[in-house]
């Protein structure tokens, strides 16, 4: 797997998957904290379909700032690059933004959720 593939696949599985997942662990009641128990209880007053525009929002919601992120870190706004095996990642795409999106994109590579979410 290339330094591009292995950043792609964190970016899904550690920060879009980790969110989604954590999401639908609330809507489902799973995990006990109070403040997740008050949101399981506040969610589950809504109807099926309701849940379904919720999931899409927030789906939705990420994915812009996971698109925003890789922007920036293209860009190397205030510096920021990232490097693998001591090459910037930014240099081995023609769009990082764009690695995300489409059928061969990182989200259907590796996310469990695949480009449409949850």
């Given at each position: ?62 994915d812009s700032g996971i ?10 706004r205030e510096g ?39």
């Open positions: 797997m290339g330094n591009l593939d292995k950043f792609g696949k964190v970016i899904s599985e550690d920060l879009r998957d980790s969110i989604l997942n954590h999401y639908l662990d609330i809507e489902s009641g799973f995990i006990g904290s109070p403040i997740c128990k008050e949101l399981a209880a506040q969610l589950s007053a809504f109807s099926d379909e309701q849940k379904k525009v919720i999931r899409s929002l927030l789906t939705n919601c990420i698109h925003d992120f890789l922007v920036a870190i293209e860009e190397e920021v690059s990232i490097q693998i095996g001591g090459k910037n990642i930014a240099g081995e795409s023609d769009g990082l933004n764009g690695e995300i999106f489409t059928g061969d994109g990182w989200f259907d590579k590796f996310s469990q959720h695949k480009e449409n979410g949850i």
